[in-house]
Protein backbone atom coordinates (compact mmCIF):
# COMPACT_ATOMS: atom_id res chain seq x y z
CA UNK A 1 0.00 0.00 0.00
CA UNK A 2 1.23 3.04 -1.24
CA UNK A 3 1.38 5.54 1.71
CA UNK A 4 2.58 9.25 2.12
CA UNK A 5 3.35 10.46 5.86
CA UNK A 6 3.40 14.16 6.78
CA UNK A 7 4.61 15.25 10.16
CA UNK A 8 6.37 18.73 11.33
CA UNK A 9 3.14 21.27 11.26
CA UNK A 10 1.88 23.43 13.92
CA UNK A 11 1.40 26.90 15.14
CA UNK A 12 4.23 29.22 14.95
CA UNK A 13 4.17 33.29 15.08
CA UNK A 14 5.08 35.38 12.02
CA UNK A 15 8.77 35.26 10.88
CA UNK A 16 9.46 32.07 12.82
CA UNK A 17 10.27 28.82 10.93
CA UNK A 18 8.72 25.29 10.47
CA UNK A 19 10.00 22.31 8.88
CA UNK A 20 7.68 20.36 7.28
CA UNK A 21 8.93 16.29 6.37
CA UNK A 22 7.42 13.51 3.97
CA UNK A 23 8.05 9.50 4.35
CA UNK A 24 6.87 7.63 1.63
CA UNK A 25 6.11 4.12 2.05
CA UNK A 26 4.76 1.15 -0.05
CA UNK A 27 6.92 1.52 -3.14
CA UNK A 28 10.49 3.23 -4.21
CA UNK A 29 9.68 6.53 -4.54
CA UNK A 30 13.43 7.71 -4.79
CA UNK A 31 12.63 7.58 -8.97
CA UNK A 32 9.46 10.13 -8.08
CA UNK A 33 9.27 13.73 -8.33
CA UNK A 34 7.80 15.12 -5.06
CA UNK A 35 5.94 18.25 -4.43
CA UNK A 36 4.40 20.08 -1.74
CA UNK A 37 1.19 22.02 -1.88
CA UNK A 38 -0.85 23.79 0.51
CA UNK A 39 -4.90 24.81 0.95
CA UNK A 40 -6.57 27.10 2.89
CA UNK A 41 -9.90 27.21 4.28
CA UNK A 42 -12.13 28.10 1.06
CA UNK A 43 -9.49 28.49 -1.38
CA UNK A 44 -8.21 25.47 -3.88
CA UNK A 45 -5.09 23.52 -3.39
CA UNK A 46 -2.09 25.70 -4.25
CA UNK A 47 1.53 24.30 -5.36
CA UNK A 48 4.31 25.32 -3.39
CA UNK A 49 7.10 23.55 -4.58
CA UNK A 50 8.74 20.48 -6.21
CA UNK A 51 11.59 18.53 -6.40
CA UNK A 52 13.06 16.30 -9.38
CA UNK A 53 13.96 12.16 -8.13
CA UNK A 54 17.64 13.41 -7.85
CA UNK A 55 16.91 16.43 -6.05
CA UNK A 56 19.42 18.07 -8.18
CA UNK A 57 16.05 20.39 -9.88
CA UNK A 58 13.94 22.61 -7.32
CA UNK A 59 11.33 24.46 -8.51
CA UNK A 60 9.20 26.60 -6.06
CA UNK A 61 6.48 29.63 -6.18
CA UNK A 62 6.65 32.75 -6.53
CA UNK A 63 4.87 33.72 -3.17
CA UNK A 64 7.54 31.06 -1.47
CA UNK A 65 10.36 31.86 -3.31
CA UNK A 66 13.60 32.53 -1.04
CA UNK A 67 11.63 31.64 2.04
CA UNK A 68 10.93 27.89 1.49
CA UNK A 69 13.50 25.34 0.39
CA UNK A 70 12.41 21.74 -0.35
CA UNK A 71 14.95 19.05 -0.43
CA UNK A 72 15.36 15.11 -0.47
CA UNK A 73 16.41 12.98 1.81
CA UNK A 74 19.44 10.62 0.81
CA UNK A 75 17.47 7.96 0.48
CA UNK A 76 14.96 9.62 -1.92
CA UNK A 77 11.98 8.25 -0.48
CA UNK A 78 11.56 11.42 2.23
CA UNK A 79 11.09 14.50 0.93
CA UNK A 80 11.15 18.31 3.56
CA UNK A 81 9.86 21.60 3.58
CA UNK A 82 12.32 24.27 5.25
CA UNK A 83 9.94 27.17 5.98
CA UNK A 84 11.52 30.38 6.97
CA UNK A 85 9.97 34.16 7.30
CA UNK A 86 6.46 32.59 7.72
CA UNK A 87 3.86 34.97 7.50
CA UNK A 88 -0.49 34.57 8.14
CA UNK A 89 -0.76 34.54 4.77
CA UNK A 90 0.94 31.02 4.79
CA UNK A 91 -0.97 29.23 7.01
CA UNK A 92 -2.98 26.24 5.14
CA UNK A 93 -3.04 22.55 4.88
CA UNK A 94 0.29 21.45 3.55
CA UNK A 95 0.08 18.50 1.69
CA UNK A 96 3.10 16.16 0.24
CA UNK A 97 2.33 14.49 -3.18
CA UNK A 98 4.56 12.30 -5.94
CA UNK A 99 4.82 12.10 -9.26
CA UNK A 100 6.21 8.90 -10.82
CA UNK A 101 7.03 10.37 -14.41
CA UNK A 102 8.34 13.85 -15.09
CA UNK A 103 8.99 16.36 -12.74
CA UNK A 104 7.92 20.54 -12.70
CA UNK A 105 4.39 20.45 -13.02
CA UNK A 106 2.41 22.81 -10.56
CA UNK A 107 -0.68 21.28 -11.36
CA UNK A 108 -2.17 19.11 -8.51
CA UNK A 109 -4.24 16.85 -11.03
CA UNK A 110 -0.39 15.51 -12.48
CA UNK A 111 0.63 14.12 -9.19
CA UNK A 112 -0.34 10.56 -8.33
CA UNK A 113 -0.10 9.99 -4.70
CA UNK A 114 -0.59 12.53 -2.17
CA UNK A 115 -0.35 12.55 2.17
CA UNK A 116 -3.41 12.99 4.28
CA UNK A 117 -2.56 16.67 5.23
CA UNK A 118 -0.38 18.46 8.05
CA UNK A 119 -1.97 21.91 9.51
CA UNK A 120 0.42 24.87 9.70
CA UNK A 121 -0.93 27.85 11.29
CA UNK A 122 0.83 31.08 11.42
CA UNK A 123 -0.22 34.23 14.14
CA UNK A 124 0.52 37.56 13.50
Known amino acids: QVQLVESGGGLVQAGGSLRLSCAAS????????MGWFRQAPGKERQFVATTSWTGRNTYAADSVKGRFTISRGNAGNTVSLQMNSLSPEDTAVYYC?????????????????WGQGTQVTVSS
Open 97 to 113: AARGTGWGTTKSNDYDY
Open 26 to 33: GRTFSRYA
